[in-house]
T-cell receptor
Framework: AQKVTQAQTEISVVEKEDVTLDCVYETRDTTYYLFWYKQPPSGELVFLIRRNSFDEQNEISGRYSWNFQKSTSSFNFTITASQVVDSAVYFCALLTNTDKLIFGTGTRLQVFP | GAVVSQHPSRVICKSGTSVKIECRSLDFQATTMFWYRQFPKQSLMLMATSNEGSKATYEQGVEKDKFLINHASLTLSTLTVTSAHPEDSSFYIC???WGAGANVLTFGAGSRLTVL
C-alpha cells in the first residue's frame, strides 16, 4: 500500500524559531519520488522540492532544508528562522509507479510575529 | 515555465446547474492532467486522470457521470460538474506533468465551487 503520514496536524511557532515538519511514507516500490508542496491561504499549491528514492542527500535551499532517510522512510522538512510568510499548509506527497501522486493530510504551520 | 492556468478561480451556482472548470498548460504540452478535490482543512484526493484524446480514468468512488472530464487538446482539460448539489462544493485543483522524466506536477491555482 502507498501511504503518506503527516502526524502533525498543526504547529504554531514564533517568528525566528526553527520548525521541522515530519513526513513518513510507505511503499513497496524501489523507485519513487517524494515531494513537498506549500499551500498558502490563497489556495494554490507551490512546489518546493522533489527527491527521488536513489538520492538520499539532504538538501538546503535558503532557510529550507530536507532530510531524507530511507531507513526510517522519512522525508522531513525544516524551516530555519521561520517568518510570518511561512504560514501555510504544507503537504508531503509520494509518487510511485502507480503514476498517482498521494498526498499526506498536511501540516498547518502558523508563524506568529 | 511550466505554468498551469485554471479558470474560474471561484464560482457560485444554484443547485441543479452544471459548472465547467478549465485547466490549461500555458507553455508546455500535457498529454496527462490530473484532477484533485480538496474539502476544507483536508488533503487533496485524486479524482481522475485526464488523458489527451482518450477517456479519463476515474478513481474508485468518483462518479464519472457526475464529473465529466474532457481532454481534447494537449493544452486543455475540462472538468464539468453536472447537476451540482451543495455536497459538491469543494476546492478543485488540476495538475499537469512537466520536466525531464515528467515526474514533477505543476498545479493550477484551484477553483472554489460553491453550490447554493
Amino acid at each position: 500500500a502507498q501511504k503518506v503520514t503527516q502526524a502533525q496536524t498543526e504547529i504554531s511557532v514564533v517568528e525566528k524559531e526553527d520548525v521541522t515538519l515530519d513526513c513518513v511514507y510507505e511503499t513497496r516500490d524501489t523507485t519513487y519520488y517524494l515531494f513537498w508542496y506549500k499551500q498558502p491561504p490563497s489556495g494554490e499549491l507551490v512546489f518546493l522540492i522533489r527527491r527521488n528514492s536513489f538520492d538520499e542527500q539532504n538538501e538546503i535551499s535558503g532557510r529550507y532544508s530536507w532530510n531524507f532517510q530511507k531507513s526510517t522512510s522519512s522525508f522531513n522538512f525544516t524551516i530555519t528562522a521561520s517568518q510570518v510568510v511561512d504560514s501555510a499548509v504544507y503537504f508531503c506527497a509520494l509518487l510511485t509507479n502507480t503514476d498517482k501522486l498521494i498526498f499526506g493530510t498536511g501540516t498547518r504551520l502558523q508563524v506568529f510575529p | 515555465g511550466a505554468v498551469v492556468s485554471q479558470h474560474p478561480s471561484r464560482v457560485i451556482c444554484k443547485s441543479g446547474t452544471s459548472v465547467k472548470i478549465e485547466c490549461r498548460s500555458l507553455d508546455f504540452q500535457a498529454t496527462t492532467m490530473f484532477w484533485y478535490r480538496q474539502f476544507p482543512k483536508q488533503s487533496l484526493m485524486l479524482m481522475a486522470t485526464s488523458n489527451e484524446g482518450s477517456k479519463a480514468t476515474y478513481e474508485q468512488g468518483v462518479e464519472k457521470d457526475k464529473f465529466l472530464i474532457n481532454h481534447a487538446s494537449l493544452t486543455l482539460s475540462t472538468l464539468t460538474v453536472t447537476s451540482a448539489h451543495p455536497e459538491d462544493s469543494s476546492f478543485y485543483i488540476c495538475s499537469a506533468r512537466w520536466g525531464a522524466g515528467a515526474n514533477v506536477l505543476t498545479f493550477g491555482a484551484g477553483s472554489r465551487l460553491t453550490v447554493l
